[in-house]
Structure formats: structure tokens, C-alpha cells
């Protein structure tokens, strides 16, 4: 094979309008011989004259279903093994649509190594070009703001599957490097400018347009050769404010987002209390805490809408052994930089993402949760508390 087919991936929640766009595309696609792949966990409404008319013609067109139902990490081996058949096609060009409820991460994933059950390498055959998120402009609120998970809406991939809703839009959207906004007719101006203006903060590297039934420039989605695997992941905003790449400000809409870096750790009944009193101005919150009752592990924090989930992030390098310590910190320059001569790599670095955040207050809030001198003094074992155990 001498040229690597390109790839598009369309994510996006539910109803946002990804086969909406897909036809769109599929309707002007100029001379491209595009595959598609469908994974639709409802039925196939692709316009059945876009595959059959149009200019398309059968032989050129692929359209496969997976029988599962879902591109899930679970799943990934169907997804896998039915873009290897359409890329043995002649084809141009590949869509495939991921279900609602998938994350982009794993679908990304599929396209960069050689799957081991399946003894398939699809980056031998493919390149993945974009992966575009669908947002559902009149919806966006409501669904991040919900609460819900995936298993009260019955919409979850596998059995147990609890994810929440919120963590998936965000995902969906940290991960892209093309937004649609799209159904722009059912928000207003301001509010829409608003939506926007969050979108570039939660993603600063991606490009967003704004959209109407997908009605979109076929060129701004399809071989954009936008797509990196190490540039998806460190496109977040949160990423960026971590790494001191300062997201511009968009003041007129009160977007705004700060770091919240301490070298003292929290005491954990306080910080709890914070946790359950959460600002609702705050969109986006993701970091490490230090915790003063577990020294030897840091936290991570993780809040999208009204999900919030703390877990381990690993050790802290200053809980090793001496020796340890010392050999990684001359090997890593980056942790060698940010050494404590007390505290090693203890600190907390929290990045808030909000609308009209009252950020003096949030920093003395957060700040009234750290230890006190006198509380310093003291061993961990002392502090009561009453955080879930990190998994
Ligand atoms: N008002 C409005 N409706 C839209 C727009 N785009 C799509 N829709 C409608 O939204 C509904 C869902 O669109 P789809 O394209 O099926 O959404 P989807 O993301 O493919 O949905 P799933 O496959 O269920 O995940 C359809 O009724 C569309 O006609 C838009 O810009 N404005």
C-alpha cells in the first residue's frame, strides 16, 4: 500500500447531530470514494439515497454496523477488524461515526498499534486525520449540568457501565481537534457567543465552528491533517494551565480560569467540607491535591458539571526510599526542577475552569483548608478523615 487512507472520526453525544453532519458530507463530497462505518447503538438513518445515488456508487461505498452495537474500549476489536476490511477497499476516505456514549480516546487508540488478538496494525493502512466532537448547542447545558450518569439514562454501553454524562462530554470535547457547535438556531446570540467562547477554554487547540444541521465546509473536517496523538492529549485547557500555558481570558463572557498551587497539603476534614459546598460557577476543575492524613500518595481531582471523583494519582516520589529519590531526580529535570528541599514533589496544583468564578474567594476558601503552622507540626495519623479511599 503506498498511500495511508485518512481517517475522520465523528464523536459526540447523543442526538448531538453526528449523522446529520455525516450526510451532510456524505452529500458533498465532491469525487472522494469515502467508507463509512457506522456504530449506532439506534438504527442506521444515513439517507439511503446518499449511499445508493449521489454519485456514489455501491462498490464504493461501505457501510457496516457493528453488530455490538458500540466503539467502546470493550469493543474496540470489531471496530478494529471492520475498518481493516474497508481500508482493503479503494476507498479515499473513511467516517466513522462512533456512538454517542463512546470516548474518543480508545477509538483514537485503535489507529496507533498493532492490535495483539487480532494481528491487525491499522496504522499500516490508515491515518487518522480528525476526530471531530458534535456539540448539541440547545442541549449542552442541560446534559453537563444533569447529574446523571449513563446507566440512569439507560444509556450505557455495559452492564455497569456508570459513567457519568458530563465526564464524557468533556472528554469528547478535550480530546477533538475539530468542534461543531452545531443546532446554533436554538440558543440565543449571547448565549451561544458564550457556549463558544467555554468550548475554546476547555480546548484551546481545537478549531470550532459554529453549525446548522452540519452544514459545514467539507475541507475544515476531512484531511485537515490535524490530528496528533500526543497533541490530543495535551490539548485541554486544564493541561495547559498546568503546564503555565495561560489560557486567554474571554472577559466579556466571564470565562476565566486560574491554578490553585500550594506546598502545604489539606486537611482532609476541610477539604472534604469544600468538596460538598462545590461553587457552582466552577464548569471545570481537574488536578492533584496533597492530602495531609496520606503522605505517600498523591490525589487526583476530577469535577465536570455536577460530577466530581477523586482517586489516586501514585506516589509521591518523596515517600521513597533516599537512594530512589536521588536517581530519579537526576534523571528527570522536570521533577528535579520542582523539588522542595522539605516537601520533594508534595504540592497541590489545581486548575478551575468557570463563568464568572470569584476567584479571590475560591483561593482563600481553598486556602482556610490547608494545614496551619501548629497543624504542620503534626503526624499524619492524627487527621480524621473522611474522603473516600482513593482507588
Ligand atoms: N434544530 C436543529 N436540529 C438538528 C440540527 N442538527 C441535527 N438536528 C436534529 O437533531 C436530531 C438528531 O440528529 P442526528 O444527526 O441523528 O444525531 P446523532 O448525533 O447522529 O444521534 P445518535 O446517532 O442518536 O447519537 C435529528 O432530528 C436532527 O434532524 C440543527 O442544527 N438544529
Not at 88 to 108: C, H
Not at 252 to 266: H, N, Q, W
Amino acid at each position: 500500500m503506498d498511500r495511508k487512507i485518512p481517517v475522520t472520526v465523528l464523536s459526540g453525544y447523543l442526538g448531538a447531530g453526528k449523522t446529520t453532519l455525516l450526510n451532510h458530507l456524505l452529500g458533498n463530497k465532491q469525487n472522494l470514494k469515502i467508507g463509512v462505518l457506522v456504530n449506532d447503538m439506534s438504527e442506521i438513518n444515513i439517507d439511503a439515497h446518499l449511499l445508493e445515488q449521489g454519485g456514489l456508487k455501491r462498490t464504493d461505498e461501505k457501510l457496516i454496523q457493528l453488530e455490538n452495537g458500540c466503539i467502546c474500549c470493550t469493543l474496540r476489536e470489531d471496530l478494529i477488524l471492520e475498518i481493516d476490511k474497508l481500508a482493503d477497499l479503494d476507498l479515499d476516505y473513511i467516517i466513522v461515526e462512533s456512538t454517542g456514549i463512546s470516548e474518543p480516546i480508545p477509538v483514537a487508540q485503535s489507529f496507533t498499534y498493532q492490535e495483539e488478538v487480532l494481528g491487525i496494525d491499522l496504522s499500516a493502512k490508515c491515518r487518522l486525520d480528525t476526530m471531530i466532537t458534535v456539540v448539541d448547542a440547545g442541549r449542552f447545558w442541560h446534559d453537563y449540568q444533569s447529574g446523571e450518569s449513563l446507566l440512569d439514562r439507560q444509556q450505557q454501553a455495559v452492564e455497569d457501565d456508570e459513567r457519568e454524562i458530563a465526564d464524557l462530554l468533556l472528554d469528547q470535547i478535550e480530546f477533538a481537534d475539530v468542534i461543531l457547535l452545531n443546532k446554533t438556531d436554538l440558543l440565543e446570540e449571547q448565549a451561544l457567543e458564550q457556549l463558544f467562547s467555554l468550548l475554546q477554554t476547555l480546548n484551546p487547540e481545537a478549531d470550532i465552528h459554529q453549525t446548522e444541521y452540519g452544514k459545514i465546509d467539507p475541507s475544515l473536517v476531512l484531511d485537515t491533517k490535524k490530528f496528533s496523538f500526543d497533541k490530543a492529549s495535551q490539548s485541554a485547557g486544564w493541561v495547559k494551565e498546568l503546564n503555565n500555558e495561560h489560557i486567554p481570558e474571554t472577559e466579556e463572557y466571564g470565562i476565566a480560569s486560574f491554578v490553585y498551587r500550594k506546598r502545604r497539603p489539606f486537611h482532609p476534614e476541610r477539604w472534604m467540607k469544600w468538596l460538598e459546598e462545590w461553587p457552582a460557577e466552577v464548569v471545570r476543575a481537574k488536578g492533584f491535591f496533597w492530602l495531609a492524613s496520606r503522605p505517600d500518595t498523591s490525589g487526583l481531582l476530577s469535577q465536570a458539571g455536577q460530577s466530581l471523583a477523586i482517586e489516586a494519582a501514585g506516589p509521591w516520589i518523596a515517600a521513597y526510599p533516599p537512594d530512589e529519590q536521588a536517581s530519579l531526580r537526576a534523571e528527570d529535570e522536570e521533577l528535579e526542577a520542582r523539588w522542595h528541599p522539605v516537601y520533594g514533589d508534595r504540592m497541590t496544583e489545581l486548575v478551575f475552569i468557570g463563568i464568572g468564578m470569584p476567584k479571590e474567594q475560591l483561593m482563600k476558601g481553598l486556602d482556610d483548608c490547608v494545614l496551619t503552622d501548629e497543624e504542620m507540626l503534626q503526624d499524619s495519623t492524627v487527621f480524621s478523615d473522611p474522603l473516600p479511599a482513593f482507588v
